[in-house]
């Protein structure tokens, strides 16, 4: 049986979309530029090695940061901070299914712990071994911008999963 929504339903979840988007675009892309220029560069510009000399840490762009080696121009390396487009996209499909379960809230810290991941295999490749960027590639391509769309999607199942067992009448014998 398909449930469709009431008018008031829809109504609250496009108010909740866009103060969602409103805070998100207003609020939330300075403190992902704060914590690319404040935290994230920093910290990787603290490694201090003898390979770490071979390296410059920029924090310039907004939102991201550039490793680049200290003679050359071409960026070994890039990392925007997490929940970015991927989160809003993969936010805003949660909201719209599940306006009152916090997946939206999973996702956005999912993606943090991913960008330290990232982050901390960045500060092996500047500072100790070239695999921290083979690791850091890995985690960017593969692992954040799959399950970064993916995820929003494995919620959606678990959720109709929980909903498909709670409507089905228990037999008793």
Do not use: K
Request: aromatic share 12%; glycine share 10%.
């Amino acid at each position: 049986m398909v449930r469709h929504p009431t008018v008031r339903a829809v109504v609250i979840r496009v108010v909740l979309i866009g103060l969602f988007i409103g805070v998100y675009v207003t609020v939330w892309r300075p403190v992902r530029d704060w914590a690319s220029a404040h935290v994230m560069a920093p910290l990787l510009a603290e490694v201090d090695t003898p390979r770490a000399r071979q390296y410059v840490v920029s924090g310039a762009p907004a939102r991201a940061l550039e490793i680049r080696p200290a003679t050359g121009s071409t960026p070994v390396a890039g990392l925007a901070a997490p929940t970015g487009v991927l989160f809003v996209i993969g936010s805003v499909f949660l909201l719209a299914l599940y306006p009152t379960r916090p997946y939206w809230l999973y996702l956005g810290l999912y993606q943090w712990l991913l960008g330290g991941l990232m982050l901390g295999a960045l500060a092996i490749g500047i500072g100790w071994n070239e695999w921290g960027f083979t690791v850091f590639d890995l985690l960017e391509t593969d692992i954040y911008r799959g399950t970064s769309l993916g995820l929003p999607l494995l919620f959606a199942w678990l959720e109709s999963r929980s909903e498909n067992t709670e409507s089905e009448p228990t037999t008793s014998s």
